[in-house]
């Protein structure tokens, strides 16, 4: 099994930052694609950025510019760096990594208030 922990989530004003940490472990085989996803209630769950192993970057159109997805192989760990905050920002951060299937995080709440 595969063991997926988020820290760094928080309330923030409106143009503040934030950064988010994710950390893998358990029976990692090979770690492939890293992501982020935000979740805010009535609605799915949907990627605001992903990393593969070799570092390309995906990104949300609402997100690009502003926040900036990065990894550290050696500690199957991804971060997320969040700056220039806007309220529709606000919901519940999770970080989902590949192995030989799909394995989520608890999430992070981030909340941004203008």
């Known amino acids: 099994q595969v063991q997926v922990v988020e820290s760094g989530g928080g309330s923030v004003q409106a143009g503040g930052s934030l950064r988010l940490s994710c950390a893998a472990s358990?029976?990692?085989?090979?770690?492939?694609?890293m992501g982020w996803y935000r979740q805010v209630p009535g609605k799915q769950r949907e990627l605001v950025a992903s990393?593969?192993?070799?570092?390309?970057?995906n990104y949300a159109d609402a997100v690009k510019g502003r926040f900036t997805i990065s990894r550290d192989n050696a500690k199957n760990a991804v971060y997320l760096q969040m700056n220039s905050l806007k309220p529709e920002d606000t919901g519940v951060y999770y970080c989902?990594?590949?192995?030989?299937?799909?394995?989520w995080g608890q999430g992070t709440q981030v909340t941004v208030s203008s």
């Open positions: 990393i593969t192993r070799g570092g390309t970057t």
């Open positions: 358990g029976m990692i085989f090979s770690l492939k694609d």
């Open positions: 989902r990594v590949t192995t030989l299937g799909f394995s």
